[in-house]
Nanobody
Framework: QVQLVESGGGSVRTGASLRLSCVLS????????ISWFRQAPGKEREWVAA????????YYSDSVKGRFIVFTENPENTMYLQMNSLKPEDTAVYFC?????????????????WGQGTQVTVSS
């Protein structure tokens, strides 16, 4: 049974940092893109960043590039999202998701496996 379990969310002030974790289990994730998405109240789920599990190659949305870092620790089957210089507009529920594909997809509908989400709140 595939499981993705996020943790690390919280409430912080503008400019602070948080590190989210996503522990993956239940199968091999070779040939998967593992992505972070976020969803703010009343908005669609937004792709944030991704890593190609085989090599650790990283991909970012323009809204977080230069502030967020995504990386993996494969022996522990864990993906992280280091979030720096947080802004109120980063407030959302953050999800990790897995897509078995050789192409990076930024649409949530393409992802089969999802975690339960973790709340990040940034106040000014």
């Amino acid at each position: 049974q595939v499981q993705l379990v996020e943790s690390g969310g919280g409430s912080v002030r503008t400019g602070a940092s948080l590190r989210l974790s996503c522990v993956l289990s239940g199968r091999s994730f070779n040939n998967f893109y593992i992505s972070w998405f976020r969803q703010a109240p009343g908005k669609e789920r937004e792709w944030v960043a991704a890593v190609w599990w085989n090599t650790g190659s990283q991909y970012y949305s323009d809204s977080v590039k230069g502030r967020f870092i995504v990386f993996t620790e494969n022996p522990e089957n864990t993906m992280y999202l280091q979030m720096n210089s947080l802004k109120p507009e980063d407030t959302a529920v953050y999800f990790c998701a897995a897509d078995e594909s050789y192409n990076l997809h930024r649409n949530a509908d393409d992802y089969k496996y999802w975690g339960q989400g973790t709340q990040v709140t940034v106040s000014s």
